[in-house]
């Protein structure tokens, strides 16, 4: 219980009631046309520069307009930046991985940066370009050291990148989180780190890479141990499903591995991970007072955004709502359970 | 003298310890309900009465802490002789009033805030959600009765 949450929680309570229940979002979704549809969102917390939505990208660059105006609400409430600032962090380790797509020679457009970020991009792209890092944060300074070393010696290894970056940033956040003794914060990050291994599981099981492959790329200090899946890595899916069988990945891991066997994709199972995740945050509707309610709205702001996107891009793509709607994660709040 | 003195600690014990107690429970409420109507202004009126209710036991503190001024002649100048057990006597009648109303008030205060973070979602609930509050007051009103009966109940001068 911390006292000095009271005014952020009030705060917070009373946005949570504008969040977008599924309902919401399936008016939207049903929408004649994509004019209707961003007609369906003038009376939300979006409408602001709605009116210049005219294209995909626009509305791309206004989503991310909102998250900047969401994550600078939460650094102005919280009085532990330190934990508040782990999920602005994420975003400069997307725009490292970003950064050494650039350099391995990927084409790269400027949106995939993504913004608030604790370092500006321009610093990290030179950064990355030049090697000089020693002007950054230590601890970005640090993980861009390291990835150069992985850069050089792996022929380019985007992937091998990409993992250790997720390896750095969660094992930052969950230590961060202990440090800060924040047990909701540090179950969060446990989880994600769970759902990162299983998903790095299943992904080097369809690529049919070996046990040491998967050895170098399972991030360490999950509630699932490392060995649980170096274990079931030779045998088959089924065995991996029944050794969850008493966790609470269970139902997720069964439901999303018999999706992706039938269709083929992961996103069914994506969609499982951020649903867990979601309903995992959905605690901190019970809490009065903490930093748990500015995190669980967080959370449930970048899920809505997620399931914005969704819409609106199918939208504009044309996609059929039955498709659309089969990708949209569950929402914060619910017009029965506010 | 030593008597009239304690009795003087334990009227000031009572007004003090309620009045802390009030002004951490109001401010608890006071900087939930100020974080709603930063979003939601025309939600005051809702907001007002879960605010205002822990402010209750350091009123009730103050009213004891009257009753000993009275009691003592204060006010009026004309101060009986009190032996030092008289004075404990009336230290301890403030007691009951000055715990329960420290306690119960940041309490209430507590319950006030997480039923404004109630309100602001639901309309109508402010008043489920001041029930619950209401059943704390319950303990700083049982302390205030106390307090009230053992003050009259004790008497003074020869």
Redesign the interface.
């Known amino acids: 219980m911390d ?1 000095r949450y ?12 504008r969040l977008l229940d599924l309902p919401k979002l399936l008016s939207i979704l049903e929408a004649e046309n994509i004019e209707e549809a961003l007609k369906g969102l003038s009376d939300t917390d979006y409408r602001e520069g709605l009116a210049l939505v005219k294209q995909e990208e626009d509305f791309d660059l206004h989503l991310s307009l909102h998250m900047e105006r969401v994550y600078g609400l939460i650094s102005e409430l919280t009085h532990d930046p330190q934990l508040t600032d782990l999920f602005i962090l994420r975003n400069d380790f997307h725009n490292i991985k970003v950064a050494f797509k650039k350099k391995c020679g990927a084409s790269v457009e400027e949106e995939y940066y993504l913004a608030p970020s604790v370092v500006n991009r321009e610093e990290i792209v030179e950064a990355v370009e030049t090697g000089n890092f020693f002007r950054l944060p230590p601890l970005l300074a640090g993980t861009l050291q390291e990835i150069e070393g992985i850069y050089n010696s792996s022929k380019k290894n985007i992937q091998l990148i990409d993992t250790t970056l997720d390896e750095i940033y969660l094992s930052h956040c969950l230590q961060v989180s202990q440090q800060a003794k924040c047990e909701f914060l540090e179950r969060l990050f446990l989880i994600q780190i769970d759902l990162t291994n299983i998903r790095t599981f299943l992904r080097l099981k369809e690529m049919d890479k070996g046990r040491d492959f998967l050895k170098n790329r399972l991030i360490s200090g999950g509630l699932l141990e490392r060995d649980h899946f170096l274990k079931s890595f030779a045998g088959s899916l089924e065995s991996f499903v029944d050794s969850l069988r008493f966790k609470d990945y269970y139902g997720i891991v069964k439901d999303g591995i018999e999706s992706w066997k039938k269709s083929g994709s992961f996103s069914f199972l994506e969609k499982l991970f951020d649903d867990y995740l979601l309903n995992f945050v959905k605690k901190a509707k019970y809490i ?2 903490g930093i748990e309610p500015l995190i669980g709205y967080l959370v449930a702001k970048e899920m809505e955004v997620k399931n914005l996107r969704t819409v609106i891009v199918g939208k504009f793509n044309g996609l059929f709502p039955e498709i659309i709607k089969e990708k949209l994660r569950e929402a914060y709040i619910s017009s029965r359970n ?1 | 003298m030593g008597g009239l003195v304690v009795a003087i600690i334990g009227g000031a014990m009572a007004v003090f310890m309620a009045g802390i107690g009030s002004s951490i429970g109001v401010g608890l409420a006071g900087q939930a309900a100020n974080g709603v109507l930063s979003e939601s202004p025309e939600k005051f009126g809702r907001m007002f009465l879960l605010v205002a209710l822990s402010g209750t036991q350091g009123f009730y503190g103050f009213v004891v802490g009257f009753l000993v001024i009275i009691k003592l002649g204060l006010l009026v100048g004309e101060i009986p002789v009190i032996s030092l057990y008289q004075g404990l006597q009336i230290f301890g009648a403030c007691m009951p009033i000055a715990f329960s109303g420290l306690i119960s008030a940041i309490h209430q205060g507590k319950v006030c805030a997480a039923g404004i973070g109630v309100a602001a979602k639901q309309p109508g609930a402010e008043m489920r959600a001041l029930i619950y509050a209401a059943l704390v007051e319950t303990y700083a009103l049982l302390g205030l009765v106390t307090s009230f009966f053992l003050l009259t109940g004790i008497r003074l001068g020869s």
């Open positions: 006292n009271a005014y952020a929680v009030g705060k917070i309570r009373a946005k949570e009631v009065s007072f506010l």
